[in-house]
């Protein structure tokens, strides 16, 4: 009787040694899965800001080029960056009915009144046209694909090394009137796809 009271303790105690343990074990599988996502959340939100961030650079640096930035550079470049690293929501937008309507009443104010169309809509225009008219291949393979960020990378590279070449140096590229932004903006451009063919390469 002893003996199987014994036997009976022992295996009780092993029995909820057992669950303690398997429940640490659970603490730290769960721990491990809340930092990982905390960690990869973190990631995909850097990426979607870096998205907007370079978007709205483009879209600056689009502008200044119309009004007072008067570069030889070939800033129309910037048209296709904007295509590809434009944010979902905004892409999707313009895509639609609003962007449709958009590039018609560009295109019919540019056909009948050429004399009303100022200059400077005229990139934007191309966007708004090329946002509505570009096939999915372009609309929604590449631009979500790594070609797409190649492309982004190559426009970026190009505007950045034609921009310092055309100032004179790196130095003065920071030193000369609004080159600081300038320079910034066209920085930016090279900080999402850089950032995300890291992370695909990952």
Known sequence: MGRMDYLAMKTEADMTASVGSD??????????????AVMLGGL???TSFLKWIASFSAIYLLILDRTNWRTN????????????????????????????????IAVVIRLFFPRHFPDWLEMPGSLILLLVVAPNLFAYTIRGHWMGLVICLFIGCYLLQEHIRASG??????TQSRGVSNTLGIILLLVFPVWSLILRAS
């Open 23 to 36: 429940m640490e074990e659970l603490k730290i599988a769960a721990r491990k899965l809340v930092n990982d």
């Open 44 to 46: 995909s939100f850097g």
């Open 73 to 104: 550079m070939l800033t129309a470049l910037l048209v296709p960056y904007i295509l590809f690293s434009l944010p979902g929501v905004i892409f999707h937008f313009l895509r639609g009915d609003v962007g449709k309507w958009i590039a018609f």
């Open 169 to 174: 140096g790196f130095r003065n590229s920071f």
